[in-house]
């Protein structure tokens, strides 16, 4: 009998269509219209949500004045501008350097004429042998800096006549004859720190270039979300760590520099020019900012690469750690199982970033082991864990029966369990290994943490530079998506390579007597 309905045509239509409209939603929020009331003044603020970039500790300002004021935290600016835009919040705080380069690239944001507050910058010192004698020349340099008017000829390059198109920083002549500085810079926030033509940028990297030149060191810059920088110093994973508000819950708790650079902070809000490039015009110019400016495909290229290296050797080495140990505790190996289960247990129990974090500024915080080679550490442990655990699964699936008529045939203790229980039990364990492989891929995405720049975090940064979300975070997507495809195809494959069924009697039977 015909069949009149097909239900995988429909299925997959309908996927289709919930995919064209959540893509259609996401082209069309920027472009909503205001629902708001247009605000003009500070006191129409209260009652309202507040955005602010998370560890800026800017909220403190508002306390006394907007009492109703409830606040939201975004991790970098751009977040904040897409939230007003979405009508998720009213307001947004951020520097009044900051503001002109994001008015720029978005005409209808509008500041409030009263600022917020006056908020002054330090370089928080890391916790190592180096802390009394960097915080001696940051002090030193800054009062130099500012009797010599060096920081106001910085402030007027990269902020009054800042051009993200012509403003450079000078890294030559770091010789490094007296070691190096590990500096924490965020990466993603223009003018201050950014990345440009694939090298760090901006009025810290600038600062700290001509600090280091002074001094006869040589910097290694970092880039780490932001209120990650804090702890990576203090930790002494790093050196310095830069643009750190200074108050005095931070100055009683680690070790400041003097103040090298003042800003107001202010309050954006909606209202200012419409931008007048249509649709297609807008879509045009986000993909030559995102892909062909300053040829930052290649960063997209270079993300791609770390995020595959640290999954294919995480599931590589996961793999074969999962296996080992539970070939040492298969047979009942009390001591081998108690520990066993006490690491089953810590690291199931712990959030991705919270153990990667320990891991790089704990465990691996006084070595030069870097992000990404601790982030293989990390993930081999926990794909091991899901490893060792489908394999006890998948072996115990298999009758106690199989062992017994195996033995019986003459197998010996490893010939029973690689030719009869372990082909049986991989066809338990292996699609949910599969998943398990897909779960990996999209974990990965934390590592920016703990500043490695995976194909995430190069999305981060040049969302950063282009205030556009729609390219960076698609071909982050489909990236992910094609990883993802080929892991999985690798996989099945290896699935229908060791299935029992598809196995000749004279492989079966590879090694043993027969009469």
């Given at each position: 009998?015909k ?6 045509l429909?299925k997959?239509?309908v996927?289709?269509a919930?995919l064209?409209?959540?893509?259609c939603?996401f082209?069309?929020f920027p472009y909503?219209?205001?629902?708001e009331?247009k ?7 209260d ?9 800026v ?5 508002l306390?006394?004045?907007l009492?109703?004021a ?10 904040m501008i897409?939230a007003?835009?979405?009508n998720?919040?009213s307001?947004y705080?951020?520097e ?5 380069v994001?008015?720029?690239?978005h005409?209808?944001l509008?500041k409030l ?8 910058y ?8 180096k ?8 002090d030193?340099?800054i009062?130099k800096?500012n009797?010599?008017k060096?920081i ?7 902020i ?9 920083t ?11 500085v590990?500096?924490?810079?965020e990466?993603g926030?223009?003018p ?9 940028c901006?009025y810290?990297v ?7 030149r ?11 979300p932001f209120?990650?920088?804090a702890p ?6 790093y ?10 819950e931070?100055?009683d ?10 800003c ?9 020019e419409k ?6 015009g807008?879509?045009s110019?986000s993909?030559?900012?995102?892909f ?5 495909w290649?960063?997209f ?5 770390i995020?595959t290296l ?23 190996n ?5 520990i ?30 870097g992000?990404?080679w ?14 060792y655990?489908m394999?006890w ?10 062992r017994e ?7 010996s203790?490893?010939?029973s369990?690689?030719?009869i229980i372990l ?5 338990h ?22 500043a490695?720049?995976d ?14 979300a729609?390219?960076?975070l ?14 999985t ?12 069924t598809k196995?000749?009697d ?10």
């Open positions: 009998m069949r009149f309905f097909d239900f995988k429909a997959k239509t996927s289709l919930v064209l409209c959540v893509l939603t082209l069309a909503f219209a205001y629902a009331e605000i003009t003044k500070l006191d129409q603020l009652g309202k949500e507040i955005a602010v970039q998370t560890a500790l800017y909220e403190e300002m306390f006394d004045r009492p109703k409830t606040f939201q935290y975004y991790t970098m600016p751009n977040d897409m007003l835009k979405a998720k919040v307001a705080m951020i009044e350097v900051s503001f002109y994001q008015k720029a690239n005409p209808d509008a004429d009263e600022p917020a507050g006056i908020a002054e330090g370089i928080v010192i890391g916790n190592n042998e802390r009394e004698t960097l915080k001696k020349q940051l030193e340099y009062d800096a009797k010599e060096i106001e000829k910085m402030y007027e390059y990269w009054i006549n800042y051009d993200p198109d012509e403003s450079k000078d890294l030559s002549g770091l010789t490094g004859e007296n070691g190096t590990r500096v924490a810079i990466g926030y223009e201050f720190s950014y990345i440009s033509n694939g090298k760090p901006g810290d600038d600062f700290v270039a001509r600090f280091c002074e001094y006869g060191y040589k910097p290694e810059f970092y880039q780490v209120e990650s920088i990576g110093v203090e930790a002494g994973k050196d310095m760590g830069m643009n750190i508000v200074i108050s005095d931070r100055e708790s680690a070790v400041m520099s003097k103040a090298y650079i003042t107001p902070i202010l309050l954006i809000v909606l209202g200012g931008d007048n490039l249509g649709f297609f807008k879509m110019r993909f030559y900012k995102t062909i400016k300053e040829g930052r290649k960063l290229v270079e993300g791609t690469g995020t640290i999954t294919v050797a995480s599931v590589f080495f996961g793999t074969l750690l999962g296996f080992a140990v539970y070939l040492i505790c298969r047979n009942g009390k001591i081998a199982n108690k066993t289960d006490f690491f089953l247990w810590l690291i199931h129990g712990l959030p991705t970033v919270v153990f990667l974090m320990i891991l790089y500024y704990i465990v691996f915080g006084s070595t030069k082991l992000g990404t601790v982030s293989i550490v990390g993930f081999t442990l926990m794909f091991a864990c899901a490893m655990d394999l699964v998948g072996c115990n699936a298999v009758g106690k029966g199989q008529a195996s033995r019986a045939l003459g197998y203790d490893s010939q369990f690689f030719k082909p049986q039990a991989a066809k364990f292996l699609p949910i290994y599969r998943n398990e492989v897909v779960t990996l891929i999209k974990e990965t995405s934390v590592v920016g943490y703990i490695v720049l194909l995430t975090k190069i999305s981060d940064l040049v969302r950063s530079r282009t205030y556009e729609f390219f960076p698609m071909a982050t997507a489909i990236v992910y998506f094609i990883i993802s495809g080929i892991m195809y690798m996989v099945r494959r290896v699935e229908k390579t060791i299935d029992p196995r000749s004279e492989r079966v039977l590879k090694g043993i007597k027969t009469e």
